[in-house]
């Protein structure tokens, strides 16, 4: 049983398309994030999302949107993909509240721009 | 704004060895410390956590690191790698009272077990 997972795991689009990247988690959580990592392996956060409060990072461009239809789903949509777009998108989820609780990430979805 | 740096991007080690991985810190408020393995196109594991108490924290696979505030570092180490270990090894950094939990990574740090 895959704790978090996404969808699809491979995404291959031309520049100006918009697409979507599907996550869900089977954990109960109440919090889920999307961050980028880029060819150079470099993570970065983009979004953290619960059933109250968007944050969003300030640097991602806003042709990215999360969109929530449920607790356990937090899918991306990207519209007019650019070539600065392809990275590997990973999902992940933990319980909210206060304090730190452990992120649990999913495979990832590398994402390729021509 | 916090950040991390991960001072190798590469090490390489032989097999049984033992091995330190290194992350400097910066942030002006305390911060949740953290070390993620990535192995070959999979997602990010923890392997360790410092949120409060002892300086030394041990994680999976034989993992440890130690917490040193005056130096703002938290150094990975184990004292008998294995071929297994080979994967990308992220340092990351989450803000206290952080609303969101989102953590900041460092540049990532790739670990060669050779035979």
């Known amino acids: 049983d895959t704790a978090v997972s996404q969808t699809p795991k491979y995404l291959v689009t031309q520049m100006g398309n918009d697409k979507s990247i599907k996550c869900e988690q089977n954990?109960?959580?109440?919090?889920m994030y999307w961050y980028k990592q880029d060819s150079k392996k470099f993570l970065k956060i983009m979004f953290s999302?619960?059933?109250?409060?968007?944050?969003i990072n300030e640097t991602v461009p806003n042709r990215f949107s999360p969109k929530s239809p449920d607790k356990a789903h937090l899918n991306l949509h990207i519209n007019s993909l650019e070539l600065g777009d392809s990275a590997v998108y990973f999902c992940?989820?933990?319980?909210?509240?206060?304090?730190?609780?452990?992120?649990?990430f999913g495979p990832g979805t590398r994402l390729t721009v021509t | 704004a916090q950040s991390v740096t991960q001072l190798d991007s590469q090490v390489p080690v032989f097999e049984e060895a033992p091995v330190e991985l290194r992350c400097n810190y910066s942030s002006s408020v305390s911060v949740y410390l953290f070390w993620y393995v990535q192995y070959p196109n999979q997602g990010l594991q923890l392997l360790l956590k410092?949120?409060?108490?002892?300086?030394l924290v041990k994680g999976i696979n034989g993992f440890e690191a130690e917490f040193n505030k005056s130096q703002t570092s938290f150094h990975l180490r184990k004292p008998s790698v294995h071929i297994s270990d080979t994967a990308e090894y992220f340092c990351a950094v989450t803000r206290r009272n952080n609303a969101g939990n989102m953590l900041t990574f460092g540049g990532g740090t790739r670990l060669m077990v050779k035979p």
């Open positions: 999302y619960n059933n109250k409060e968007l944050i």
């Open positions: 954990l109960g959580h109440d919090t």
């Open positions: 410092y949120l409060s108490g002892s300086t």
């Open positions: 992940a989820s933990s319980r909210g509240g206060e304090g730190f609780y452990e992120q649990y």
